[in-house]
Structures are given as structure tokens and as C-alpha cells.
């Protein structure tokens, strides 16, 4: 079955430091896509970054980068350089080609940055 | 700007209200989707349309109902709801491809009293 597993429900950093927040997915698809998104108190989700199964290198988009390790099925997202305009939700999901939930989200990891 | 345009961003409304959340998007994609998100629950998959025909619906209580006339355009309406309804209302819209990531609105959110 498609899931998506983040375990973190919260997170604190410290501002200007690096943070990592974890996601596990399983799917036996060999054709995915993995995502993650933010979500500020505002409710709109904000599109990061994105790792296709298939590549290579890991992703990265100005300060947020994508740790994929395929064989251990995970998709860290890590932000370096905290700001506080980072404290929000955070979602990982995943794309796939079959099933009927082909967009799976999962449950968020709550980011505060502190001062 | 988001690309997905939502309104309205906050509804309040009676049970007995009929009211409908319109969703526009000028993205040229090809599917667009409604989510409910409740407080400390995880998103809630409602409709799904692809080339403007509905592909998914699970399993939505009937007093939510759907309308895609176009490939540009996308309405929830709400008729006697409940006060667990009340929740953010998210649309989306992308490509039909594994490699696409959604364009999320700004949400509607919904107080049912």
C-alpha cells in the first residue's frame, strides 16, 4: 500500500541553525515522485521541493535541500539557516502512477524556529 | 499569487445555508482537486477532476457536491451542513503526471454554526 509517514509532530530549532525533518514513504511503484510542501498559519501550501524516483543527485532549492536514500525509502527534507519565517507546517507526499490514491500526504511536521 | 485563486478566503454559515467555494486556475493544467483539512487531522482527499470529468469522489457526504465546467474553473457546493464541515477548504490543480507537484489556493476557511 501507498503511505507517507512523518513521525516528528513537532519541531524546534534554533534560528540560523540547520533542522531535518524526516518522511519515510513505501510504495512498490517504480515510478514516484516525492514532495514537500509548507503550510504557514495563512493555510495556503506553499510547493518546496521535489525528488523524482529515477534521479540521481538529491534535490535542492536555495536553503532547502531533499536527503533521498531510496533503499531506506526516505525523503528528508532539510532546511539550513533557519529563519523564523520558517515556522509552519510542514508536508511530505508522494505521487504515484497506480492505486486509487495516487497523492499521498502525510500528517505534517509542525516547524517552530525560536529566537 | 499563487496561480490558484480561491474564494471566498473565510464563509461562516448557517446549517440551513446553501453556499459554494469557487476555485480558478490559469495554470493550463489538466486536473484539479478539492482537500478538507481539519484541525489535527491529515488531508482529506474529496473530489478529483481529470479533463474536467470526475474520476474520484471518496466517498463525500452528498451535502457537498462538485461542479468542473471548465478545465480553468472548479466550485464546491455546500448545502445543510454540519458544524463538523467547518475546516479548511483547499483546492489544487496540476498535471496528470507523477512528476507534478500540486499549485495549492489560499483555502477557504469554513465555520459552519
Known amino acids: 500500500a501507498q503511505k507517507i509517514t512523518q513521525t516528528q509532530p513537532g519541531m524546534f530549532v534554533q534560528e540560523k541553525e540547520a533542522v531535518t525533518l524526516d518522511c519515510t514513504y513505501d510504495?512498490?511503484?517504480?515510478?514516484?515522485?516525492l514532495f514537500w510542501y509548507k503550510q504557514p498559519s495563512s493555510g495556503e501550501m506553499i510547493f518546496l521541493i521535489y525528488?523524482?524516483?529515477?534521479?540521481?543527485q538529491n534535490a535542492t532549492e536555495g536553503r532547502y535541500s531533499l536527503n533521498f536514500q531510496k533503499a531506506r525509502k526516505s525523503a528528508n527534507l532539510v532546511i539550513s539557516a533557519s529563519q523564523l519565517g520558517d515556522s509552519a507546517m510542514y508536508f511530505c507526499a508522494m505521487r504515484v502512477e497506480s492505486g486509487t490514491y495516487k497523492y499521498i500526504f502525510g500528517t505534517g511536521t509542525r516547524l517552530k524556529v525560536l529566537a | 499569487e499563487t496561480g490558484v485563486t480561491q474564494t471566498p478566503r473565510h464563509l461562516v454559515m448557517g446549517m440551513t445555508n446553501k453556499k459554494s467555494l469557487k476555485c480558478e486556475q490559469h495554470?493550463?493544467?489538466?486536473?484539479m482537486y478539492w482537500y478538507k483539512q481539519s484541525a489535527k487531522k491529515p488531508l482529506e482527499l474529496m473530489f478529483v477532476y481529470s479533463l474536467e470529468e470526475r474520476v474520484e469522489n471518496n466517498s463525500v457526504p452528498s451535502r457537498f457536491s462538485p461542479e468542473c465546467p471548465n478545465s480553468s474553473h472548479l466550485f464546491l457546493h455546500l448545502h445543510t451542513l454540519q458544524p463538523e464541515d467547518s475546516a479548511l477548504y483547499l483546492c489544487?490543480?496540476?498535471?496528470?503526471?507523477?512528476?507534478?507537484?500540486?499549485?495549492f489556493g489560499s483555502g477557504t476557511r469554513l465555520t459552519v454554526v
Open positions: 510504495t512498490s511503484d517504480p515510478s514516484y515522485g
Open positions: 525528488q523524482g524516483s529515477y534521479d540521481q
Open positions: 495554470l493550463g493544467h489538466n486536473a
Open positions: 489544487a490543480s496540476s498535471q496528470e503526471a507523477v512528476y507534478y507537484g500540486y499549485t
